[in-house]
């Protein structure tokens, strides 16, 4: 069965720039999570998404969105790129939505020069 | 506001020694999951206890839940230089998003 796949895995942007980053959750998972990680603030949470819903949301300007597909894909975009935005982002899919067992993907790592 | 505390946040030991580390709350979870990440890599899920009390083992590895469901503990035995890594545990409460803890990384030295 195959796993969680993001899309880049590495990208690198200038300031002012938008990018939108993939993921195929595992097949059968309907529920998609976003996370931006970097060093100092460790996991942060950005948005849930399950059946093409947004369930969830933390604390990230507006900048950040996302959307759900209906074959479970998601992507998520930020614009107005900042130097800030340099971090890994990661996406993990689950069964259910909430909190249950989530598996994640290998990561893109996005460096805004 | 950060609902799991996980200590230490930096642990570096040598090859062979036992190890502990911990993730405490003052919420309730209804289950609570524990990830390892190497550099690099998205985290990898290594357990999921749910029951209060509940122990499992994997391998040199050994989770327990905490009675009231509030804390967790990760207790590795003689470990290995493979163990390196950052160990995260994570909180779910219901149908809201999973609550990460910042991490212990842990390095070990062969």
């Known amino acids: 069965k195959a796993g969680v796949t993001q899309t880049p895995r590495y990208l690198i942007k200038t300031r002012g720039q938008q990018v939108t980053l993939s993921c195929s959750p595992i097949?059968?998972?309907?529920?998609v999570s976003w996370y931006q990680q970097t060093p100092g603030q460790g996991l942060q949470f950005l948005f849930e998404?399950?059946?093409?819903?947004?369930?969830n949301k933390g604390n990230f300007p507006g900048r950040f969105s996302g959307r759900q597909f209906s074959n479970s894909r998601s992507e998520m975009n930020v614009s107005t790129l900042e130097l800030g935005d340099s971090a890994l982002y990661l996406c993990?899919?689950?069964?259910?939505?909430?909190?249950?067992?989530?598996?994640f993907g290998q990561g893109t790592r996005l460096t805004v020069v | 506001t950060q609902l799991l505390e996980q200590s230490p946040q930096f642990l570096s030991i040598q090859e062979g020694e036992n190890l502990t580390v911990y993730c405490n709350s003052s919420?309730?979870?209804?289950?609570l999951q524990w990830y390892r990440q190497e550099p690099g890599e998205g985290p990898v899920l290594l357990v999921t206890v749910v029951t209060g009390g509940e122990v499992k083992k994997l391998k040199r590895l050994t989770f327990q839940f905490g009675d009231a469901r509030k804390d967790s503990s990760l207790h590795i035995t003689a470990a290995q230089p493979g163990d390196t890594g950052l160990y995260l545990c994570?909180?779910?409460?219901?149908?809201?998003?999973?609550?990460f803890g910042q991490g212990t990384r842990l390095t070990i030295n062969p």
């Open positions: 994570a909180g779910a409460q219901g149908a809201q998003k999973l609550v």
């Open positions: 998404y399950f059946s093409e819903t947004q369930r």
């Open positions: 919420s309730v979870f209804s289950s």
């Open positions: 993990a899919s689950s069964l259910a939505p909430g909190g249950w067992e989530a598996f």
């Open positions: 097949s059968g998972h309907r529920s």
